[in-house]
């Protein structure tokens, strides 16, 4: 493999990792405040829907952005008021709002579009183009460091780079705001956090309402950024290795931040290489579209050392009178 393949496997690995992190991070914030949400597969699911479907009818991404989010937004507020004010079983809910998505979005596409569960392919405005950042172009051509800067820097769709911004904008405000000590204490000890005067329910809540605009962006870069329309179950479970990755990360963001790029490796070679040759042996074709789902599966099993959750996690609030 010679260095411009190289540049282009982590640019593809750049580019498939982004709605893994975001995904990943949404969960991050609404697992650090006690509500498990396996629900982030559908909430992405709905918010590609939505966002490529507004985009294919008013030929504006920015206008499909917005419709992604509060769809995802709303499938969150569902998931809080079913977790929080009901204390329901969260697992349970979350897997609801995955089957809601998963049909819902087949048949008001079909409804909409007639093709078969699709939208029509996205064009121009209606996604979100690659930026080329100042003096790509003029630096291409500079040994390693062209390439470095013009091929895996320059040349990402907008919400690429949110989405890496959002992981130091995580950190600071789980670690160095009010609000993110509140929120981390809500998800270890919320009769604490009670006594104390904050209310476990708006933090709950603000936590369960952030989740829900990260999946919403997550949602939309999937169809207006790595692809340019909707197709059926076009997330193909990166909500759950999203769920993985946040465990292998052991809900830190940072750590976040190299799981998904590691899930995202994997990604980037089913989509660049369909056969790996190994000393003369070559993987079968399978094999290799596997790969992100094994690591998932070796995660998910405990191979990765001891992930402890936050304490409360799971457990409905109650407020003790």
Same mark, same amino acid.
């Given at each position: 493999?010679?260095?411009?393949?190289?540049?282009?496997?982590?640019?593809?690995?750049?580019?498939?990792?982004?709605?893994?992190?975001?995904?990943?991070?949404?969960?991050?914030?609404?697992?650090?405040?006690?509500?498990?949400?396996?629900?982030?597969?559908?909430?992405? &699911?709905?918010?590609?829907?939505?966002?490529?479907?507004?985009?294919?009818?008013?030929?504006?991404? $920015?206008?499909?952005? %917005?419709?992604?989010?509060?769809?995802?937004?709303?499938?969150?507020?569902?998931?809080?008021?079913?977790?929080?004010?009901?204390?329901?079983?969260?697992?349970?809910? %979350?897997?609801?709002?995955?089957?809601?998505?998963?049909?819902?979005?087949?048949?008001?596409?079909?409804?909409?579009?007639?093709?078969? %569960?699709?939208?029509?392919?996205?064009?121009?405005?209606?996604?979100?183009?690659?930026?080329?950042?100042?003096?790509?172009?003029?630096?291409?051509?500079?040994? *390693?460091?062209?390439?470095? *800067?013009?091929?895996?820097?320059?040349?990402?769709?907008?919400?690429?780079?949110?989405?890496?911004?959002?992981?130091? &904008?995580?950190?600071?405000? $789980? *670690?160095?705001?009010?609000?993110?000590?509140?929120?981390?204490?809500?998800?270890?000890?919320?009769?604490?956090?009670?006594?104390?005067?904050?209310?476990?329910?708006?933090?709950?809540?603000?936590?369960?309402?952030?989740?829900?605009?990260?999946?919403?962006?997550?949602?939309?870069?999937?169809?207006?950024?790595?692809?340019?329309?909707?197709?059926?179950?076009?997330?193909?479970?990166?909500?759950?290795?999203?769920?993985?990755?946040?465990?292998?990360?052991?809900?830190?963001?940072?750590?976040? $931040?190299?799981?998904?790029?590691?899930?995202?490796?994997?990604?980037?070679?089913?989509?660049?290489?369909?056969?790996?040759?190994?000393?003369?042996?070559?993987?079968?074709?399978?094999?290799?579209?596997?790969?992100?789902?094994?690591?998932?599966?070796?995660?998910?099993?405990?191979?990765?050392?001891?992930?402890?959750?936050?304490?409360?996690?799971?457990?409905?609030?109650?407020?003790?009178?």
């Amino acid at each position: 493999m010679d260095f411009i393949t190289f540049i282009q496997l982590l640019d593809s690995t750049v580019r498939s990792a982004t709605p893994l992190l975001l995904a990943c991070l949404a969960g991050l914030f609404s697992e650090r405040a006690g509500i498990f949400d396996i629900g982030l597969e559908g909430k992405m &699911l709905a918010a590609a829907f939505f966002s490529a479907a507004i985009a294919a009818l008013t030929g504006s991404a $920015l206008m499909g952005l %917005g419709a992604g989010i509060l769809a995802a937004l709303s499938l969150s507020l569902i998931h809080g008021v079913a977790s929080i004010n009901f204390r329901g079983n969260q697992l349970i809910s %979350g897997v609801a709002i995955n089957f809601l998505a998963s049909g819902m979005t087949v048949l008001v596409a079909q409804h909409l579009f007639s093709q078969g %569960g699709r939208t029509p392919t996205l064009e121009g405005n209606a996604r979100f183009e690659p930026i080329t950042l100042p003096f790509a172009d003029a630096l291409a051509d500079v040994p *390693y460091l062209g390439p470095i *800067y013009s091929e895996l820097i320059s040349g990402h769709a907008i919400l690429v780079y949110v989405a890496m911004l959002t992981v130091p &904008l995580t950190w600071w405000v $789980l *670690y160095r705001t009010r609000f993110g000590l509140r929120l981390r204490a809500v998800g270890e000890a919320p009769e604490a956090v009670d006594t104390a005067g904050v209310s476990v329910v708006r933090m709950r809540f603000a936590a369960v309402l952030i989740c829900g605009v990260l999946c919403g962006i997550a949602g939309a870069y999937l169809a207006m950024g790595l692809q340019a329309s909707f197709t059926k179950e076009m997330t193909a479970n990166r909500g759950y290795i999203a769920l993985a990755a946040l465990i292998f990360a052991k809900w830190r963001p940072w750590y976040a $931040l190299g799981a998904c790029l590691l899930f995202g490796f994997l990604f980037a070679i089913e989509t660049r290489f369909q056969n790996i040759d190994i000393a003369g042996f070559i993987l079968p074709v399978q094999f290799v579209q596997a790969l992100p789902y094994i690591l998932t599966v070796v995660v998910l099993a405990g191979f990765v050392g001891k992930a402890i959750p936050p304490r409360a996690g799971g457990q409905p609030y109650v407020k003790e009178r």
